[in-house]
């Protein structure tokens, strides 16, 4: 069993920049590709960012890329996502997860385990 715990969101001015991180316990960490998701209101989930298990592979969503940037610390079982150039369309729910395997993947499906979130507001 793996859990997660998002922390680092807050209210942000447009332009702003955040730092997210996701603190994971259990052994199996090192082994699982991370992702970061996000749900604004009234919308479904959808993809942010991926990091493999190494740390050596990344994607990212077309609306994040270049703006944020995903990374790993395997030895504080830590990731974390840094926001940069903030809008207020990033504006949601942060979601960190683990995914079954240790490739990079931005497919919902292939990630076993969720944090409980934690909400990013960019105001404009």
């Known amino acids: 069993q793996v859990q997660l715990a998002e922390s680092g969101g807050g209210l942000v001015q447009a332009g702003g920049s955040l730092r997210l991180s996701c603190s994971a316990s259990g052994p199996t960490f090192s082994n699982s590709a991370m992702g970061w998701f996000r749900q604004a209101p009234g919308k479904e989930r959808e993809f942010g960012a991926t990091?493999?298990?190494?740390?050596?592979?990344?994607i990212y969503a077309d609306s994040v890329k270049g703006r944020f940037t995903i990374s790993r610390d395997n030895a504080k079982n830590t990731v974390y996502l840094q926001m940069s150039s903030l809008k207020p369309e990033d504006t949601a729910v942060y979601y960190c997860?683990?995914?079954?395997?240790?490739?990079?993947?931005?497919?919902?499906?292939?990630?076993?385990?969720w944090g409980q979130g934690t909400q990013v507001t960019v105001s404009s």
């Open positions: 997860a683990a995914a079954r395997q240790r490739g990079a993947t931005p497919r919902e499906s292939m990630y076993d385990y």
């Open positions: 990091i493999s298990a190494s740390g050596a592979i990344t």
